[in-house]
Nanobody, 122 residues
Framework: QVQLVESGGGLVQPGGSLRLSCAAS????????MGWYRQAPGKQRELVAG???????NYADSVKGRFTISRDNAKNTVYLQMNSLKPEDTALYYC????????????????WGQGTQVTVSS
């Protein structure tokens, strides 16, 4: 099982930027796929972006061109750079870890962080 700790959330105005970080421990980080999910009040949790061990990335249509997922295997950390934020991006953002190096992103992995709140509002 992987332990995950997110940071970097906060309140930002529309059009602003935030960078989320997720520090992982307890597994061989470089060998597993990682993802960011979000859940807004009254809505289901959804995949925002994912990155395989190879570096291959996958994004939700709603964030393509605005968000970038990346990983630093030396620091056991995955990042989500969020630009041009919109009020509809407001949600609790969760880091997620898979067991394998690759996934088709149909389902999340077994390990979750505690979540970090992102609020986009003027």
């Amino acid at each position: 099982q992987v332990q995950l700790v997110e940071s970097g959330g906060g309140l930002v105005q529309p059009g602003g930027s935030l960078r989320l970080s997720c520090a992982a421990s307890g597994s061989i980080f470089s060998n597993i796929a990682m993802g960011w999910y979000r859940q807004a009040p009254g809505k289901q949790r959804e995949l925002v972006a994912g990155i395989a061990a190879s570096g291959y990335t996958n994004y939700a249509d709603s964030v393509k061109g605005r968000f970038t997922i990346s990983r630093d295997n030396a620091k056991n950390t995955v990042y989500l750079q969020m630009n041009s934020l919109k009020p509809e991006d407001t949600a609790l953002y969760y880091c997620n870890a898979h067991r394998l190096s690759w996934t088709n992103w149909a389902n999340p992995g077994p390990s979750w962080g505690q979540g970090t709140q992102v609020t986009v509002s003027s």
